[in-house]
């Protein structure tokens, strides 16, 4: 299994002065249908990727080596009512509902969905508690704020006494014969991690639900980024993401994220200067400032220890003058046959320094010095 990791710019949009939601991808090189590639996401990421605009697409794909991963999109067949009830009844014609249209007219009693930009004569809700039949044409959209706007909501029906009673208030208008939007509607594509972003990114012709499984979506375009729907038992490799928070404060920046050490170097000096390096009193006042932000008891610094020599140095290449330590640690010679130790400053505590193995995964703090 190939795993790439991609640290992308800051995602400036974001931020607020102090903290920023920042999102990574992660390409996973493993086909999996669509339910376990979501698994694997939610258990060891946020989720399966959702993508909320074109900056978010750019950073995805530089993620991927090649064009057909699946992305957290999938179409749910939930009926809703426009008024928030409950779907407790259906009265559908036979044959309905098809699998493209998502809203709903009533024809001599019966449901039936149609594309939502068709325009009819709509039903509302009054305020008083009756029906208000609108003999005006309007597509869904526009019949569910006109609605909204002067009553309250697009009708719902919520069992067969109200059917009937709505068919009839339909008949009585003369207007038996044609059809009027009811409030019942269907929210096609959703993200797994629910967020309500609508950026959609579709190739030509698509979605187009051919053999009417198609209900996951994939980027199936390379280097373009197109999307295809596509069965979700089909298997794939995916891309899952990250959201994680990163705080400034006075030029410090702690990432809420937990790397090993050299992840976390790589990371600041992608995105910022350096992992921090600690020269000073003062320096580490500032350091136990913002240290408390953190998630992880220790978090790490640009503190590395040359095995070989026994020595300490910090990442801009100078000796460890001022020091911190914790008892026992930085003083005595490391055993680091296994594996080489790095240095890490207790976010609680004493904030004193200690020293651990490098694949350890903590919070960081870059610098922007
Ligand atoms: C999480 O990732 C590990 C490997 O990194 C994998 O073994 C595990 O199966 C994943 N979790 C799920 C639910 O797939
Ligand atoms: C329905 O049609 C009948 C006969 O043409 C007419 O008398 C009645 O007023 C109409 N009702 C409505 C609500 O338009
Ligand atoms: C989407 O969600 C965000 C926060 O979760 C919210 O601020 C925004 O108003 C929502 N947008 C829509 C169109 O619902
Ligand atoms: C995905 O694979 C799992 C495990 O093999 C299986 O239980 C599940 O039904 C599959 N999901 C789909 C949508 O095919
Ligand atoms: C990092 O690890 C800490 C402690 O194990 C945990 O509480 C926190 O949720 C983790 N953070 C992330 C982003 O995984
Ligand atoms: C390093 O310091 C920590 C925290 O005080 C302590 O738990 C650990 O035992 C120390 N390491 C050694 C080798 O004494």
Same mark, same amino acid.
């Given at each position: 299994?190939?795993?790439?990791?991609?640290?992308?710019?800051?995602?400036?949009?974001?931020?607020?002065?102090?903290?920023?939601?920042?999102?990574?991808?992660? @390409?996973?090189?493993?086909?999996?249908?669509?339910?376990?590639?979501?698994? $694997?996401?939610?258990?060891? $990421?946020? !989720?399966?990727?959702?993508?909320?605009?074109?900056?978010?697409?750019?950073?995805?794909?530089?993620?991927?080596?090649?064009?057909?991963?699946?992305?957290?999109?999938?179409?749910?067949?939930?009926?809703?009512?426009?008024?928030?009830?409950?779907?407790?009844?259906?009265?559908?014609?036979?044959?309905?509902?098809?699998?493209?249209?998502?809203?709903?007219?009533?024809?001599?009693?019966?449901?039936?969905?149609?594309?939502?930009?068709?325009? +009819?004569?709509?039903?509302?809700?009054?305020?008083?508690?009756?029906?208000?039949?609108?003999?005006?044409?309007?597509?869904?959209?526009?019949?569910?704020? $006109?609605?909204?706007?002067?009553?309250?909501?697009?009708?719902?029906?919520?069992?067969?006494?109200?059917?009937?009673?709505?068919?009839?208030?339909?008949?009585?208008?003369?207007?038996?014969?044609?059809?009027?939007?009811?409030?019942? @509607?269907?929210?096609?594509?959703?993200?797994?991690?629910?967020?309500?972003?609508?950026?959609?990114?579709? &190739?030509?012709?698509?979605?187009?639900?051919?053999?009417?499984?198609?209900?996951?979506?994939?980027?199936?375009? $390379?280097?373009?980024?197109?999307?295809?729907?596509?069965?979700?038992?089909?298997?794939?490799?995916?891309?899952? +993401?990250?959201?994680?928070?990163?705080?400034?404060?006075?030029?410090?920046?702690?990432?809420?994220?937990?790397?090993?050490?050299?992840?976390?170097?790589?990371?600041?000096?992608?995105?910022?200067? !350096?992992?921090?390096?600690?020269? &000073?009193?003062?320096?580490?006042?500032?350091?136990?400032?913002?240290?408390?932000?953190?998630?992880?008891?220790?978090?790490?610094?640009?503190?590395?220890?040359?095995?070989?020599?026994?020595?300490?140095?910090?990442?801009?290449? !100078?000796?460890?003058?001022?020091?911190?330590?914790?008892?026992?640690?930085?003083?005595?010679?490391?055993?680091?046959?296994?594996?080489?130790?790095?240095?890490?400053?207790?976010?609680?505590?004493?904030?004193?320094?200690?020293?651990?193995?490098?694949?350890?995964?903590?919070? @960081?703090?870059?610098?922007?010095?």
């Amino acid at each position: 299994m190939a795993q790439t990791l991609y640290f992308p710019l800051l995602l400036i949009a974001l931020c607020s002065i102090s903290e920023c939601v920042q999102r990574q991808y992660h @390409f996973i090189n493993e086909g999996k249908n669509w339910t376990e590639a979501q698994r $694997y996401c939610r258990e060891n $990421y946020t !989720d399966l990727a959702t993508v909320d605009n074109m900056n978010d697409l750019i950073q995805l794909m530089k993620s991927v080596n090649d064009g057909r991963v699946w992305i957290g999109l999938q179409r749910m067949s939930n009926w809703h009512w426009s008024s928030g009830d409950p779907v407790l009844f259906l009265n559908w014609a036979s044959g309905q509902p098809a699998s493209i249209s998502d809203c709903t007219v009533m024809y001599n009693g019966q449901w039936i969905n149609e594309a939502c930009s068709n325009t +009819h004569f709509f039903i509302c809700f009054q305020m008083s508690g009756g029906l208000v039949f609108v003999n005006q044409l309007m597509n869904w959209r526009a019949a569910q704020s $006109y609605c909204r706007q002067n009553h309250i909501d697009l009708v719902s029906v919520r069992n067969q006494n109200e059917n009937q009673q709505l068919e009839k208030f339909i008949n009585d208008r003369n207007s038996s014969g044609s059809a009027v939007w009811i409030g019942l @509607f269907r929210d096609t594509w959703q993200w797994s991690d629910q967020s309500n972003s609508s950026f959609r990114y579709w &190739s030509t012709g698509e979605p187009n639900n051919v053999g009417g499984n198609e209900d996951c979506a994939m980027i199936s375009q $390379y280097p373009q980024g197109l999307w295809n729907d596509i069965p979700c038992h089909f298997q794939f490799p995916f891309v899952c +993401h990250q959201d994680f928070f990163v705080l400034h404060k006075d030029k410090l920046i702690v990432i809420q994220q937990n790397l090993s050490w050299s992840e976390a170097l790589r990371y600041c000096r992608q995105n910022h200067v !350096d992992l921090v390096s600690v020269q &000073s009193v003062e320096m580490q006042r500032r350091v136990m400032n913002v240290v408390k932000l953190a998630s992880t008891e220790a978090v790490w610094l640009g503190l590395h220890n040359f095995c070989s020599i026994n020595t300490w140095l910090w990442v801009n290449g !100078d000796m460890v003058c001022y020091q911190n330590w914790a008892p026992g640690n930085g003083s005595t010679p490391e055993n680091c046959k296994l594996e080489n130790r790095k240095g890490a400053v207790q976010s609680g505590g004493d904030q004193t320094w200690i020293s651990l193995p490098e694949s350890h995964r903590l919070n @960081f703090i870059c610098t922007n010095y």
